[in-house]
């Protein structure tokens, strides 16, 4: 067990990667370069670790868009192995998704582009390379992409990045004595640390300048799941979660993330003050012994809040946002099941090769989802953003009313969920759904499913690049290279 409250000093202020808009060119697509690459980076003064990044040694910048826009982003593959980059959470062409099947080799640059087309929202980008999302992302491959509303100034959210909008890229990291990172201590979900890093800064303080601030909390982590909350149980508003803003904010003490999710909250503070965002024993559905073992009794300082003794006025939030529209579970065209079980979905591993599910294009789906094990598994769809149905035929608690693309599967329940798969067939290119533990979807917890016109005549095999063969493996983390 891990306990590390009250012990973390805050004394590092934390790090807001940059923010990229990127640039329009003269055809009007917002253009943005990312280039992967190793570095050093110091987590501690004088002590420089082996990480990789984005146009830096650790993470990558915040992209933002405004929906409506066409964007293209050009990656440069920096590394000396090969690598992929996703954009979780968008909704785009299969070919532009950077999963499995869009490799890029070292040296090369790979430059997908299509048009934002789903609700604003926070999203982020992180390597998918089958077998090695785990360490890449380990190494510091990720980062946020914002999706922007056309008025930012709607429902008095806070919105000015870096000083009332904060981006919190939580991950937990294990170091060895000479500060490299190591993956050695693991549960049955994956690799744990002992180290809270958010945004690539360890014992971090956010000065806060604004009476409500907007945190957008993305679990960045490989395996560990947070139940966050503050020192004094104060409440705040969870006003969003991983596609979009929630019908009205959520009052509450606490949200529970798993690796993958996302949630905006926003909190308020007085003149002075200085909470400290938490995380203590999340909830894993797990038997007790078992939880303890994948970080179900950690308590974890994460970040402290300091209030200035004056404090600029904010925007009252809005009691209602926008209404979201349901899908109506009498339009699904299909209903398919999804069992988890050992590292496998429906007894199948993930085969480069086999397409697993095909959908019509145009049409509304039920996916029914369950975790038959008692250990931890997750599910994530990739190219949709879904509506949760119902958890164990109940009715979705609120911070699994509004729009999801990931979400904890705890043992034995059923998930129900439904999704619209709107646009973009392509019979030859497929999309991924996985268990978002990165050691589980690595050790082939994933299926395929492509989105095609008319599935009768769909490929339910696909042509693959035989690049298998000339990848060298990685060869752990830290030193050595
Ligand atoms: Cu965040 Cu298929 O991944
Ligand atoms: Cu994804
Ligand atoms: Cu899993």
Redesign the pocket.
């Known amino acids: 067990m891990v306990d590390t409250v009250g012990q973390v000093e805050f004394e590092n202020a934390l790090a807001i990667p940059p923010l990229d808009r990127g640039t329009v060119g003269p055809d009007g697509v917002r253009e943005f370069r990312l280039r992967a690459a190793e570095g050093v980076t110091e987590f501690t003064p004088g002590v420089g670790t082996t990480t990789w990044g984005f146009n830096g040694s650790y993470l990558g910048p915040t992209l933002a868009a405004t929906v409506g826009e066409p964007v293209r982003i050009h990656v440069e593959n920096g590394l000396f192995v090969p690598t992929t980059v996703?954009?979780?959470?968008?909704h785009l062409p299969a070919e532009m998704?950077g999963?499995p099947h869009q490799v890029i080799e070292p040296g090369v640059t790979w430059s997908p582009s299509w048009t934002i087309d789903q609700e604003p929202t926070t999203l982020w980008y992180h390597p998918?390379l089958h077998g090695e999302t785990e360490s890449h992302v380990e190494m510091g491959l990720a980062g946020l992409f914002l999706l922007e509303p056309e008025d930012p100034d709607r429902f008095g959210l806070p919105h000015r990045y870096g000083v009332d909008d904060i981006p919190v890229i939580v991950q937990d990291r294990q170091f060895t004595s000479s500060g490299q990172f190591t993956t050695s201590t693991r549960g049955f979900v994956g690799a744990l640390g002992d180290t809270v890093l958010v945004n690539g800064t360890a014992a971090p303080y956010l000065e806060v300048t604004t009476e409500l601030v907007k945190l957008r909390l993305l679990n960045g982590s490989t395996a560990r799941t947070y139940r966050f909350e503050f020192d004094d149980e104060r409440s705040f508003d969870l006003v969003g979660t991983d596609g979009g803003l929630l019908e009205a904010p959520h009052r509450t003490d606490h949200v529970q993330l798993s690796p993958?999710e996302r949630a905006e909250i926003v909190v308020r503070v007085r003149p002075g003050e200085q909470p400290v965002l938490r995380s203590i024993s999340p909830d894993l559905g797990m038997p007790g012994p078992i939880a303890a073992m994948n970080g179900g009794s950690d308590r974890l300082d994460i970040m402290q809040l300091r209030a200035a003794p004056v404090l600029e006025a904010s925007a009252p939030l809005a009691e209602r946002f926008a209404e979201i529209s349901r899908m109506n579970p009498s339009d699904a065209a299909n209903e398919r099941h999804f069992e988890m079980d050992g590292l496998q979905i429906n007894g199948q591993s993930m085969q480069m090769h086999t397409v697993n599910e095909i959908v019509e294009v145009d049409t509304v789906e039920i996916w029914k989802v369950r975790n038959r094990m008692q250990f931890a598994h997750s599910f994530?769809?990739?190219d949709v953003q879904f509506q949760v149905l119902s958890v164990d035929g109940k009715a979705p608690p609120p911070e699994l009313a509004g729009w999801k693309?990931?979400i904890y599967t705890r043992p034995g329940v059923i998930y129900e969920l439904i999704m619209r798969f709107e646009d973009y067939a392509d019979p030859d290119t497929p999309y991924?759904y996985h268990c978002?533990f990165l050691a589980h979807e690595d050790a082939g917890m994933m299926g395929q499913f492509t989105v095609v016109e008319d599935a009768s005549t769909a490929p339910k095999v696909i042509d693959i690049p035989s690049r298998d063969d000339d990848t060298a493996p990685f060869t752990g983390h830290g030193g050595g290279h």
């Open positions: 996703h954009w979780h959470g968008m998704d999963g998918h993958g994530h769809i990739h693309d990931t991924m978002h």
